[in-house]
């Protein structure tokens, strides 16, 4: 099979991460999931550096080197209170030199921390655009923008969750080092919030390999993952060819399910592993829910993407519940 670059080579790109993330084996976890212990690998782009690291970074060394291209001098990224890709848009541009202004729903902090405060001590600029959708958000995002440009700035504008050519394009990159890590890898297992880290993983490593997990994110997951992987590769890519699981988003995004509950301590008590409650825990409970239902057999070797998310959890409801057991008998968790 010939791969194109999918334009990568040209795409400007600026270095903000430490490349390659690790691979690392993780027998407990796997025999945990009914695999064997030899299969399961671990992906960590929860380390790949910056501000707290996580997915987002691959993407916005294409998106940055964009900005940077075209002379901006601020960033304006959206999303939500708990937004990774806010918090890591606001550590890049401190990385680059260039504002960032965060635009992000809901009202002001309310007693959360996470996210919100890794993006004060960034020196982020926030706005609050109120409990508004995606074309809400889409509106507070343009007024800020214009309210920039007439104050002298040059406005970059960061898509939605990154999700556009460039981040996909940084996943492409993604899937290449991890290709040459793990060759004969036949499942990876990766969430899907806004699509472009599952488009590009697929252009990478081709849609029979991919298995992404719906978060609840967005309504049109398997239509925005599919554009995306037109837009890096030179193949066509239709929804209906991606392995996609629709059944984890659970109440939806950012509400834990009790499977995400348990993949969360997995990780946690097998390996040592933290992952994220919105987006990580769903994908490890996908993945078990896959080796349950003989999609991903014992013998196949399976690679988990952890995407990151950690301060996340800290402005999460579950993080004052997890704090609360250790108030409990010392010793009843200990197994
Ligand atoms: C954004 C995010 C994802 C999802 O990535 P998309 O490219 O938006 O699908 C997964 N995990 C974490 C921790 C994230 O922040």
């Not at 707290?52 to 964009?66: A, I, T």
């Not at 995606?134 to 509106?139: E, I, V």
């Not at 920039?148 to 050519?165: I, K, N």
């Not at 460039?166 to 004969?184: I, T, V």
């Amino acid at each position: 099979m010939t791969v194109s670059d999918g334009g990568s080579a040209t795409a400007p790109r600026v270095l903000l991460g430490t490349w390659p993330t690790p691979l690392e084996a993780a027998p407990r976890l796997s025999a945990h999931l009914g695999l064997r212990p030899g299969d399961l690998w671990l992906k960590r782009d929860d380390l790949s550096g910056l501000g707290g690291g996580g997915n987002k970074v691959r993407k916005l060394e294409f998106s940055c080197g964009q900005a940077l291209n075209r002379g901006a001098t601020v960033l304006v990224a959206s999303g939500g209170a708990q937004s990774n890709y806010a918090r890591l848009a606001a550590a890049a541009g401190r990385r680059l030199g260039l504002k960032a202004v965060l635009v992000l729903r809901g009202n002001g902090p309310r007693g959360r921390t996470g996210n919100l405060s890794l993006d004060g001590l960034l020196g982020a600029r926030v706005v609050w655009a109120g409990d508004v959708d995606a074309a809400g958000l889409d509106l507070a995002v343009a007024a800020t923008a214009e309210e920039l440009t007439e104050q002298g700035e040059r406005v970059e504008v960061l898509p939605f969750g990154g999700s556009d050519r460039n981040g996909a394009l940084g996943y492409l990159e993604g899937g290449r080092e991890l290709h040459d890590q793990l060759p004969d890898v036949e499942h990876v297992v990766v969430a899907g919030g806004s699509g472009g880290t599952m488009a590009g993983l697929v252009a990478a490593l081709g849609a029979e390999r991919v298995l992404g997990v719906d978060v609840g994110a967005v309504a049109d997951l398997p239509a925005r993952v599919a554009a995306l992987v037109g837009a890096v590769s030179d193949g066509r890519t239709e929804a209906s060819a991606l392995r996609l699981r629709r059944d984890q988003a659970g109440a939806g995004y950012g509400i834990l399910t009790p499977a995400a509950s348990s993949a969360l301590e997995a990780a946690a008590v097998c390996e040592g592993v933290i992952l994220d409650p919105v987006y990580t825990a769903k994908a490890l409970a996908g993945l078990a829910a896959a080796v349950a239902d003989g999609d991903i057999r014992p013998g196949r070797r399976t690679v988990f993407v952890h995407t990151g998310g950690l301060p996340g959890l800290f402005g999460h409801e579950i993080a004052g519940e997890l704090a609360a057991r250790v108030a409990q008998s010392p010793d009843s968790r200990q197994s």
